[in-house]
């Protein structure tokens, strides 16, 4: 496997969260060119109750240069309560930027991606939860109602469909995160669980779904449960959603982590993390504002650095205090769990505290002046 570069502006960006069946890494890919639109194709039914949609979407494979298409699934929500802000692509600093998606009390930013299924950029209005159960809306989910009965009908108008995948850039969706998605960013998160994890996988390992093979039309689009991409649960897409013409030369791409953005591992403990990443010195050739928003990364790291360290500081001291108990293995087991989900916790937090600095107050590059033509 190539060991890929870092450019500056991944280092703003380590926003996709993966996991395996104990835990879930923070890495950050970029792309220079945008993935296919996303492809046109039905919804399984749902296979039963607290199963929520998670839509598909392309993903990106480095050791294969291309784009691989992730089949939209039904998964049992990994906690009551709990819904599912699906990934996305952005375009920033001349790359595309991959965002993974999480579950949490409430549905964050994508991209503002109409993903359809209830996603349809803003929100998700395919069901929701009340007194523990979750309820389908009918109108734009595909459930039976012969073994599913917690339904109701809400007819979602004023919408335009389209099949672009990606925010930002030439061509792509121009949304910007709300107060309401400010708002999830800040809530508490649980990664992909191990069923999407191994779903990603298995799609990864996968021919037929790569871009190039497929041309934006994936043989399997949608499944009715994870990894089920065989038989009569497996939907493939009825049209791709739209021309899909990559560069001949693909590359160029950056990007961190194994597995195209999904490793497998992730530190337990605030000890174990790595450096906190500092940004190069910008140089817009505007010196106040370059000086401005260098001040703000320091603060933030500065700030960052402390929560590490406290962190950190209360860890050690449960630990100190299993030693002197004598704990069992059971709560040794259950310490560390929280560790790490504190630790998983920690990072996502630093991640979009940084995400929302660059977006908020990067300073731009300006554009080059214009040659005058010769006479």
């Known amino acids: 496997m190539r060991i890929p570069s870092i450019r500056a502006v991944v280092l703003f960006a380590f926003v996709v969260l993966a996991m395996s069946s104990a835990s879930f890494a923070q890495v950050g890919i ?27 979407y392309w993903a990106w494979s480095d050791d294969d240069g291309d784009y691989y298409w992730v089949p939209g699934t039904w998964v049992l929500a990994p906690e009551v309560g709990y819904l599912w802000t699906p990934p996305y692509w952005g375009w920033a600093d001349g790359r595309f930027l991959f965002y993974e998606g999480y579950w949490g009390p409430l549905v ?59 925010n930002g850039g030439n061509g792509g969706i121009n949304a910007r995160p709300s107060a309401r998605d400010e708002q999830a960013m800040r809530e508490r998160h649980i990664p992909p669980v191990s069923v999407q994890m191994q779903h990603i996988q298995a799609a990864r390992g996968n021919r037929e779904l790569r871009a190039s093979s497929n041309h934006g039309r994936p043989p399997i689009a949608a499944t009715a449960r994870p990894g089920a991409f065989r038989g009569r649960e497996a939907v ?25 953005g999904h490793p497998a591992s992730n530190p337990t403990h605030a000890k174990d993390l790595p450096p906190i990443e500092r940004p190069g010195a910008p140089n817009t050739g505007n010196p106040k504002l370059d000086q401005r928003y260098q001040q703000q990364q320091q603060k933030l790291q500065q700030k960052q650095g402390q929560e590490r360290q406290k962190l950190q500081q209360r860890q050690e001291q449960e630990h100190q205090r299993l030693e002197q108990h004598k704990a069992n293995d059971a709560r040794r087991q259950q310490t560390e769990q929280r560790h790490q989900q504190q630790t998983q916790q920690m990072q996502e937090k630093h991640t979009q505290q940084q995400q929302r600095l660059q977006q908020r107050e990067a300073p731009r590059t300006p554009a080059p002046p214009k040659e005058k033509p010769h006479k």
């Open 108 to 166: 964050g930013f994508y991209g503002g991606i109409d993903y359809g299924f209830g996603y349809f950029g803003e929100g998700f209005v395919g069901g929701r939860w009340d007194n523990g159960r979750f309820f389908y809306n009918r109108a734009v989910v595909n459930v039976n109602v012969t073994n599913i009965h917690n339904v109701y009908n809400e007819t979602i108008v004023n919408r335009t469909e389209n099949r672009v995948s990606y």
């Open 236 to 260: 493939a897409a009825r049209e791709a959603g739209g021309p899909y013409n990559p560069p001949a030369n693909r590359g160029g791409n950056h990007s961190r982590g194994e597995n195209g």
């Open 30 to 56: 970029s792309v220079s060119f945008g993935p296919p639109p996303l492809p046109v194709y039905e919804q399984p039914v749902c296979p039963g109750d607290g199963y929520i949609w998670t839509p598909g």
